[in-house]
């Protein structure tokens, strides 16, 4: 089935230690977007990629880095983890980085900064 | 922060009914959009509507459009088990670069069988 898979489903994390979330499409789709999902926060922008080689900064940048060597991958990587960045993570892309089109996500990492 | 209020936070009804929800949001926009996550997945997208259309409908969905009080609403008609979940709208703003999208905090839609 075309989509985005996301890898770890899960994961705990030591503070300070540092963890890369991936990220694949199939779907050959231009954009790319990183999002965090905190209770009574919604969802909430953290990078993005309009297209392969290029990266943006969304709302909540700060402790991520992100890569796009390519079409279908779009790592996020926190360098050192802190307690704050427990959340669950989506990774999302949609077909051009302009015009009228909707995302599709994947099913997300939960990740548990300890 | 957040573009997007959905309005109510929660909705609880019986199966057959019809679920309303709202949305508001503060600039101007490109498209307004809904989405329906399922607990523990993904989000899913439901409906795009452009901000030169007043009204949209997919199947059961329905989503309205008003640019001048900056609101959306999105009905759900003879609601099934199966739409509990949560709905969030997402709204594309003018000046956003590329297709960036902004979600609010989301509707939590429980339909009792």
């Known amino acids: 089935t075309a989509g985005i898979t996301q890898a770890p489903t899960s994961q705990i994390l030591a503070a300070g230690r540092s963890m890369t979330l991936r990220c694949t499409q199939d779907?050959?789709?231009?954009?790319m977007y990183w999002y965090r999902q905190d209770l009574g926060l919604g969802l909430r922008l953290i990078h993005y990629?309009?297209?392969?080689?290029?990266?943006g900064k969304g709302e909540v940048p700060d402790g991520y880095s992100v890569s796009r060597a390519n079409t279908d991958d779009f790592p996020l990587t926190l360098a050192s983890a802190v307690p704050s960045q427990t959340s669950v993570y989506f990774c999302a892309s949609s077909d051009e980085a302009g015009g009228n089109y909707g995302y599709t996500f994947g099913s997300g990492t939960r990740l548990t900064v300890v | 922060s957040q573009q997007g209020e959905e309005d109510p936070q929660a909705l609880s009804i019986q199966e057959g009914e019809n679920a309303t929800m709202n949305c508001s949001y503060k600039t101007s926009i490109n498209n307004l959009q809904w989405y329906r996550q399922n607990s523990g997945r993904g989000l899913v997208h439901l409906i795009l509507?452009?901000?030169?259309?007043r009204e949209k409908h997919s199947g059961r969905l329905r989503v309205t459009l008003d640019t001048s009080k900056k609101s959306s609403s999105l009905l759900i008609t003879a609601s099934r088990a199966a739409d509990t979940a949560s709905y969030f709208c997402a709204t594309r703003g003018i000046k956003a670069a590329g297709n960036k999208l902004t979600f609010g905090g989301g509707t939590r839609v429980l339909v009792k069988p």
């Open positions: 779907m050959r789709h231009n954009a």
């Open positions: 509507i452009r901000s030169n259309e």
């Open positions: 990629s309009n297209t392969a080689g290029t990266t």
